[in-house]
């Protein structure tokens, strides 16, 4: 039964338990005279403390440790991870193992976005509760969703010998590489999935999509010519322009209360926004003209700042992600070996790629035989959870007349404008509004 | 004209290196050599989503999961979906969006959903990670193989949709 708004001066809503979203967390919002005074993301999953266990372990378990913070985009651990692995051993990886590597990456930015877009973020636009409810009118496109996620998954499969927690990536590139032919069955369900990708672009631009444009400053990574998922410096849309390396000298992580995720932060001004919107504002340029021009035929611009459109912005990188992968596809050939040969010594490195939600930055500290001294991992939600917070107050303001439930739901649908992984952040999600 | 026997996937799901929930990868273990040559035995977990598209074209699936503990580690419930729905209580729970009961109701939207769906939960105690299973648990997980190969051959009896030219 729908909650009217109280005649008292304090209305609390909470959100108990956000549903589709990975992990656990709850919201409460606080509404005093009519004004948003606080929004807090309450994140109580309780730490899971890779950073510490990551401690004594060898390199070249790493990989297969990360991969373990998270069963969407374990890809996005693995990279991070080699690549630091990498870079204190003073090994660069490239031709066609850098091409497998983003390759198998796409794999999972097209299984993690079509499983957002399609399974857990369309619904709120289009009035169900959940996709199974939306299936009954929008199966078509359901299964085009599950589709899409599946292709993503093969690619994981294919490259990295399973679908969750692939077990295929080392440290100098892969444990097997495959033949030029073993590539066919993939080549066609990619084609058949860029067309799906396409179809769904042009679906959710149709979507109702409330007026919101935030003062984001964004962050990502940015590469020399490409759409940046491996590599590439820290750049943002008010000047930041860092090697990886920098990373700590301008931004840091804090501790708050209400959350057991970490919140990050750029040290002289706050909050800022990883992920999707800030990736496409950062590197329109880096994408293909037939890419731009679709962004263009659904309505975007070379920036978007209306956080509810992110669903666009994700369905535009799956294109992209369809089209990168038969890209390489069709430029591979087998390398020499699998993997280059690499040596541990007593070294920091460090690494930084583009998951789906945004970059994910690591730090390790070797001794001289590969063994971990210290770790530090900063996953993409934990980086997002200040402009989550700024964006609930600005998506709840205009609402502040209305019934808890009908603010309950905007602010869920504006959660869910970031796909955030509570698990990865530890990192989320219940909504509780207080008015005063 | 002859009929084909149903085309029957049996799928035991669950993660082996915490406690009894890896009981319904041991059931499909201990099936192995049970089941004739057509009947396909998986083991999944992770990923509910991809369940729908591993039991497209089946005319009938056996899932075989573990249990959130309510009366007795190691107790049988048997579910027929054509029937009655997977309560609540025993649907095992998921840190992620979707576990079997979405993706079963998922399917069904759908209309991708096999004509025959056989829950088999077992309920377990201790679902730790590296935890050994109950032994409650294990002694069920033989009892659950052999209904399952019983409930195997009940189900290729029912004629299956495609039909052979003979």
Do not use: M
């Given at each position: 039964m729908p909650t009217e708004p109280t005649t008292t001066a304090t209305r609390t809503i909470r959100v108990e338990n956000l549903a589709r979203v990975e992990g656990e967390g709850a919201l409460d919002l606080t509404i005093s005279d009519g004004r948003i005074v606080s929004a807090a993301l309450n994140i109580f999953e309780p730490a899971r403390l890779f950073e510490a266990l990551l401690r004594g372990r060898g390199y070249m378990e790493t990989p297969d440790i990360v991969a373990r913070i998270c069963g969407i985009c374990p890809i996005a651990y693995q990279m991070s991870a080699v690549h630091a692995i990498e870079n204190a051993f003073g090994v660069t990886v490239g031709g066609q193992l850098r091409a497998l590597r983003r390759l198998i990456y796409c794999g999972e930015w097209i299984e993690s976005h079509a499983l957002h877009i399609v399974m857990l973020h369309a619904p709120d636009f289009l009035g169900y509760p959940d996709a199974i409810a939306m299936a009954r009118d929008h199966g078509d496109k359901v299964r085009s969703g599950l589709a899409l996620k599946k292709t993503g998954n093969e690619i994981l499969r294919f490259l990295g010998g399973r679908e969750i927690h692939p077990v295929n990536v080392r440290p100098g590139g892969f444990y097997r590489v495959p033949r030029r032919t073993e590539f066919a069955p993939l080549v066609e369900n990619l084609k058949d999935a860029r067309d799906k990708a396409i179809d769904l672009v042009r679906w959710v631009a149709t979507f109702p999509f409330?007026?919101?444009?935030?003062?984001?400053?964004?962050?990502?990574?940015?590469?020399?010519?490409?759409?940046?998922?491996?590599?590439?410096?820290?750049?943002?849309?008010?000047?930041?322009?860092?090697?990886?390396?920098?990373?700590?000298?301008?931004?840091?992580?804090?501790?708050?209360?209400?959350?057991?995720?970490?919140?990050?932060?750029?040290?002289?001004?706050?909050?800022?926004?990883?992920?999707?919107?800030?990736?496409?504002?950062?590197?329109?340029?880096?994408?293909?003209?037939?890419?731009?021009?679709?962004?263009?035929?659904?309505?975007?611009?070379?920036?978007?700042?209306?956080?509810?459109?992110?669903?666009?912005?994700?369905?535009?990188?799956?294109?992209?992600?369809?089209?990168?992968?038969?890209?390489?596809?069709?430029?591979?050939?087998?390398?020499?070996?699998?993997?280059?040969?690499?040596?541990?010594?007593?070294?920091?490195?460090?690494?930084?790629?583009?998951?789906?939600?945004?970059?994910?930055?690591?730090?390790?500290?070797?001794?001289?035989?590969?063994?971990?001294?210290?770790?530090?991992?900063?996953?993409?939600?934990?980086?997002?959870?200040?402009?989550?917070?700024?964006?609930?107050?600005?998506?709840?303001?205009?609402?502040?007349?209305?019934?808890?439930?009908?603010?309950?739901?905007?602010?869920?649908?504006?959660?869910?404008?970031?796909?955030?992984?509570?698990?990865?952040?530890?990192?989320?999600?219940?909504?509780?509004?207080?008015?005063? | 004209m002859r009929e084909t026997p149903a085309q029957v996937l049996v799928i035991g799901l669950g993660n082996p290196d915490r406690g009894d929930d890896g009981v319904g990868p041991l059931v499909a273990n201990q099936l192995t050599g049970l089941l004739p040559a057509d009947v396909e035995v998986i083991s999944a977990h992770g990923d509910a989503l991809s369940l729908i598209s591993r039991s497209v074209g089946c005319d009938a699936v056996i899932y075989i999961d573990a249990a959130a503990p309510l009366t007795a580690p190691g107790r049988i419930h048997r579910v027929d979906l054509a029937t009655s729905e997977l309560p609540k209580d025993l649907a095992p729970a998921s840190s992620h969006a979707f576990g079997l009961t979405e993706a079963i109701d998922l399917a069904r939207a759908l209309q991708q959903a096999p004509r025959d769906i056989i829950v088999y939960a077992i309920e377990g105690a201790s679902f730790a990670g590296g935890a050994p299973m109950t032994a409650e648990v294990v002694a069920a997980a033989a009892e659950v193989a052999g209904r399952v190969a019983e409930e195997v051959e009940r189900l290729r009896r029912v004629p299956g949709k495609s039909v052979v030219n003979a």
């Open positions: 409330p007026d919101l444009e935030r003062d984001y400053e964004f962050v990502a990574l940015h590469h020399g010519d490409e759409y940046p998922i491996n590599e590439g410096r820290v750049v943002s849309s008010r000047g930041i322009d860092l090697d990886i390396a920098d990373y700590e000298t301008v931004f840091e992580e804090r501790q708050v209360a209400h959350s057991t995720a970490l919140h990050s932060l750029i040290k002289e001004r706050g909050a800022y926004l990883c992920g999707p919107l800030a990736r496409y504002a950062l590197n329109f340029d880096r994408l293909p003209a037939a890419v731009q021009s679709l962004a263009a035929e659904a309505g975007l611009g070379a920036v978007c700042r209306n956080p509810f459109r992110s669903i666009i912005v994700r369905a535009i990188e799956t294109v992209y992600a369809c089209e990168e992968a038969l890209r390489l596809i069709a430029g591979y050939g087998p390398p020499e070996a699998a993997s280059v040969p690499i040596e541990p010594r007593a070294a920091a490195g460090f690494g930084c790629t583009e998951a789906p939600r945004g970059i994910c930055w690591h730090r390790y500290t070797f001794d001289g035989d590969g063994t971990i001294k210290a770790a530090r991992i900063v996953p993409p939600t934990a980086q997002n959870q200040p402009s989550i917070e700024a964006d609930l107050v600005a998506v709840a303001t205009p609402l502040t007349a209305q019934s808890d439930d009908v603010i309950r739901a905007r602010c869920e649908q504006g959660i869910r404008n970031y796909d955030p992984c509570i698990s990865c952040s530890t990192h989320f999600l219940k909504l509780t509004v207080h008015r005063t | -």
